[in-house]
């Protein structure tokens, strides 16, 4: 808790009572949100929250609440009087969270954050799979009968062989 602050250049303080780029509109829980997925390995306090999000004590305690039933944040109760939350860093609503901070950010910056954390993720998390799923061959089958025509489009694995069926519907 004895960390510095940092003031933020005013022509930034637009985006910090707007978060997500307004997406999900400027309530606790939003800003709750944002302030915890920006610094998902700290140890939250209310209090801070309470500081940071420019909020009620009921009010950041209702939107940390629903923050745990949706699985985004774990509370630490050891201390009953001072109980402190964390980002449950298992969940994929954290990296979706994320990765739309980047979107939101590479929209407004003209910067590439988003296509860097999804490369990044893709080869940290689905590593050896990535590879397999990615060789491969498309087919499609245009299927000819009386009452009309069906495409069927396949992908033919390259390391297996085996095919999978991505859809079938009626073709022009």
Same mark, same amino acid.
Not at 87 to 103: D, G, M, R
């Given at each position: 808790? *004895?960390e510095e602050?940092?003031?933020?250049p005013?022509?930034?303080?637009?985006?910090?009572r707007?978060?997500?780029?307004?997406?999900f509109g400027?309530?606790?829980?939003?800003?709750v949100?944002q302030?915890?997925?920006?610094?998902?390995?700290?140890?939250h306090?209310p209090?801070?929250l309470?500081?940071?999000? *420019?909020?009620?004590?009921p009010?950041?305690?209702?939107?940390l609440?629903?923050l745990?039933?949706?699985g985004?944040?774990i509370?630490?109760s050891?201390?009953?009087?001072?109980p402190?939350y964390?980002v449950n860093?298992?969940?994929?609503?954290?990296?979706?969270?994320t990765?739309l901070s980047?979107?939101?950010?590479? *929209?407004r910056?003209g910067?590439?954050?988003?296509?860097?954390?999804?490369?990044?993720h893709?080869v940290?998390?689905l590593?050896d799979?990535?590879?397999?799923l990615?060789?491969g061959?498309?087919?499609?089958?245009?299927?000819?009968?009386?009452?009309g025509?069906t495409?069927?489009?396949?992908?033919?694995s390259?390391?297996?062989?085996?095919?999978?069926?991505?859809s079938?519907?009626?073709?022009?």
């Amino acid at each position: 808790m *004895d960390e510095e602050i940092v003031e933020l250049p005013k022509e930034l303080t637009r985006f910090v009572r707007n978060p997500y780029g307004g997406l999900f509109g400027n309530s606790v829980r939003a800003r709750v949100v944002q302030e915890i997925v920006a610094n998902p390995y700290r140890i939250h306090h209310p209090k801070e929250l309470e500081g940071m999000t *420019d909020s009620s004590p009921p009010s950041v305690r209702g939107a940390l609440n629903t923050l745990i039933k949706l699985g985004l944040v774990i509370k630490d109760s050891s201390d009953k009087q001072r109980p402190t939350y964390e980002v449950n860093l298992e969940s994929k609503k954290l990296t979706a969270l994320t990765l739309l901070s980047y979107a939101i950010l590479d *929209d407004r910056e003209g910067t590439d954050l988003m296509n860097n954390a999804v490369l990044e993720h893709c080869v940290t998390q689905l590593g050896d799979s990535l590879v397999n799923l990615a060789v491969g061959r498309f087919i499609a089958f245009d299927i000819r009968n009386a009452s009309g025509s069906t495409r069927i489009v396949a992908i033919q694995s390259a390391s297996t062989n085996k095919g999978v069926q991505l859809s079938r519907g009626a073709s022009a």
